[in-house]
């Protein structure tokens, strides 16, 4: 099992930037790429960003290409989300997520096919 905890997160106006962090423990190894998700009230969770621990590829969502950047530290086994240009849209709780095996595309956006989850961290944009 992976242990997965989030922080980062606050209230931050319009325009603002934020790095949210997820640090892993426990079984790592077990790890293949880690994911970022966000749920807005009354929304579904919804992908946002994915990495690979060896290669570093990334996959990113449509709605946050350009804004939103994904990296990780193997040394730390920690993974941060880089947003900038915060939008109240962006308004959610975030998590992080890690999944044991390969994805590509859209099969990374499957919310079941991650194995560990984070307690999540509340980020809030204000217009």
């Known amino acids: 099992q992976v242990q997965l905890v989030e922080s980062g997160g606050g209230l931050v106006q319009a325009g603002g930037s934020l790095r949210l962090s997820c640090a892993a423990s426990g079984r790592t190894s077990s790890s293949y790429a880690m994911g970022w998700f966000r749920q807005a009230p009354g929304k579904e969770r919804e992908f946002v960003a994915l990495?690979?621990?060896?290669?570093?590829?990334?996959n990113y969502a449509d709605s946050v290409k350009g804004r939103f950047t994904i990296s990780r530290d193997n040394y730390r086994n920690t993974v941060y989300l880089q947003i900038h240009s915060l939008i109240p849209e962006d308004t959610a709780v975030y998590y992080c997520?890690?999944?044991?095996?390969?994805?590509?595309?859209?099969?990374?956006?499957?919310?079941?096919?991650?194995?560990?989850w984070g307690q999540g961290t509340q980020v809030t944009v204000s217009s």
């Open positions: 990495i690979t621990w060896s290669s570093g590829r990334t």
């Open positions: 997520a890690s999944r044991p095996n390969v994805c590509s595309g859209y099969g990374c956006y499957d919310v079941g096919s991650y194995g560990s």
